[in-house]
């Protein structure tokens, strides 16, 4: 039983080059979200999706374009990668419990852009 | 800009004593919170939701609620050295589940 898991786990990538992490998921959650987390700042939620093909912007998107064509697989692109993207990288997918919501988070991708 | 504001710490207690981390927060609104707990180079690992006033017990966790103070604290009963973790407390500001709001976490080292 993975659950989450991201792929690749470390990237070293350059400014401008573009650069996309994976998040795949085996429980068939329909909820997946990607944060970051940076020192200083906490998680914060980039781009959430509600099902396949419906996304949606969280509270730092710009710079980032995601995509689900498949309800386990949620994408997140760095079009042109920034110093400022130098960051670690959490999917998490959420279960309903009752009257709340669960996330469960993936393993992270430490990304640095030099 | 709704916030959710955690003492980053880092809090020490001895093993085998309470460990009170606790968690304020802006929104009136908010629907629901949580508890992570997040290891040094690991990822935020779900232990507490709450979302009713009052207390609920999980084991040696028991997370407290007060909407009317917007209060959120997580108590850990006879501490070890294996609590020793990054606390994160989280509010879910919307019904829908998809804005939850983190704050920066609170360091609890536990010493034998």
């Known amino acids: 039983d993975a659950g989450i898991t991201q792929s690749p786990r470390y990237k070293i990538t350059e400014t401008g080059r573009q650069v996309t992490l994976m998040c795949h998921q085996t429980?068939?959650?329909?909820?997946m979200f990607w944060y970051r987390q940076d020192l200083g700042h906490g998680l914060r939620l980039i781009y959430y999706?509600?099902?396949?093909?419906?996304?949606d912007k969280g509270e730092v998107p710009d710079g980032y374009v995601v995509s689900r064509s498949k309800t386990e697989n949620f994408p997140l692109t760095l079009e042109s990668a920034t110093r400022s993207q130098t960051s670690v990288y959490f999917c998490?997918?959420?279960?309903?419990?009752?009257?709340?919501?669960?996330?469960?988070f993936g393993p992270g991708t430490r990304l640095t852009v030099t | 800009q709704k916030e959710v504001e955690q003492n980053s710490g880092p809090l020490s207690v001895p093993e085998g004593a309470i460990a009170s981390l606790n968690c304020t927060y802006s929104?009136?609104?908010?629907?629901?919170f949580f508890w992570y707990r997040q290891y040094s180079g690991k990822s935020p690992e779900l232990i507490m939701f709450?979302?009713?006033?009052g207390d609920k017990e999980d084991g040696r966790f028991t997370a407290q609620l007060n909407k009317a103070s917007q209060y959120v604290s997580l108590l850990i009963r006879d501490s070890q050295p294996s609590d020793s973790a990054t606390y994160l407390c989280?509010?879910?500001?919307?019904?829908?589940?998809?804005?939850?709001?983190f704050g920066k976490g609170t360091t609890l080292s536990v010493s034998s």
């Open positions: 998490a997918s959420r279960v309903t419990s009752g009257n709340t919501y669960e996330q469960y």
């Open positions: 429980w068939s959650h329909s909820y």
């Open positions: 999706s509600a099902a396949a093909d419906i996304t």
């Open positions: 929104d009136r609104g908010s629907q629901s």
């Open positions: 709450i979302y009713s006033n």
């Open positions: 989280a509010v879910n500001l919307n019904q829908a589940g998809t804005a939850l709001i």
